[in-house]
T-cell receptor, first 113, second 113 residues
């Protein structure tokens, strides 16, 4: 019940296209859903996060869509750029667990110029 | 301001040895968490410390331990190293809360031979 399932495992997009990464969770106690971006040799960096009281959050080219009833959330990267090529992780945590994050398996995004 | 600092960046140890990794959190952050990242298992939570007390623990054997000092710096120790312990060990610091404001360090790459 603690799992977060992420898809696809890898994604190739042309420059200017839209990248979409999906995650699904089972634990209804999860109430904070961040997305992290990781470049080789670096630790994950927080990209954008959402709480279940809203269905969408947008920050620049990055948007999280959240469907509480389906227990799914997704990351959309608009106007994808080669510099967006990285591994993306969704994560979730329940308020009661302090700072313990459960991560998805990761998506390796490649944006071709 | 300075980010999360992890030392050393790279480490090679022999099976059966023990190892200690260090993490200095962002100034003012009192919560420190540790994660193990491997290609096969992804990002897995090890433990979290807050005010020198372990607040949360993941599903790892007792060979994995940690501690936090009064200045919030943290160390993790792995005893009797196994080949499967080879991984990137990531430290993250945050203000107390449900994953908010999590900042990861660049990690320590441990190779067990």
């Amino acid at each position: 019940q603690q799992q977060v399932k992420q898809s696809p495992q890898s994604l190739i997009v042309q420059k200017g296209g839209i990248s979409i990464i999906n995650c699904a969770y089972e634990n209804t106690a999860f109430d904070y859903f961040p997305w992290y971006q990781q470049f080789p040799g670096k630790g994950p960096a927080l990209l954008i996060a959402i709480r279940p009281d809203v269905s969408e959050k947008k920050e620049g080219r990055f948007t999280i869509s959240f469907n509480k009833s389906a227990k799914q959330f997704s990351l959309h990267i608009m106007d994808s750029q080669p510099g967006d090529s990285a591994t993306y992780f969704c994560a979730a945590t329940p308020k009661t667990s302090g700072s313990r994050l459960t991560f998805g398996e990761g998506t390796q995004l490649t944006v071709n110029p | 301001k300075a980010g999360v600092t992890q030392t050393p960046r790279y480490l090679i140890k022999t099976r059966g040895q023990q190892v200690t990794l260090s993490c200095s959190p962002i100034s003012g952050h009192r919560s420190v968490s540790w994660y193990q990242q491997t290609p096969g298992q992804g990002l897995q939570f090890l433990f979290e410390y807050f005010s020198e007390t372990q607040r949360n623990k993941g599903n790892f054997p007792g060979r994995f331990s940690g501690r936090q000092f009064s200045n919030s710096r943290s160390e993790m120790n792995v005893s009797t190293l196994e080949l499967g312990d080879s991984a990137l060990y990531l430290c993250a610091s945050s203000l107390p809360g449900a994953g908010d404001g999590y900042t990861f360090g660049s990690g320590t790459r441990l190779t067990v031979v």
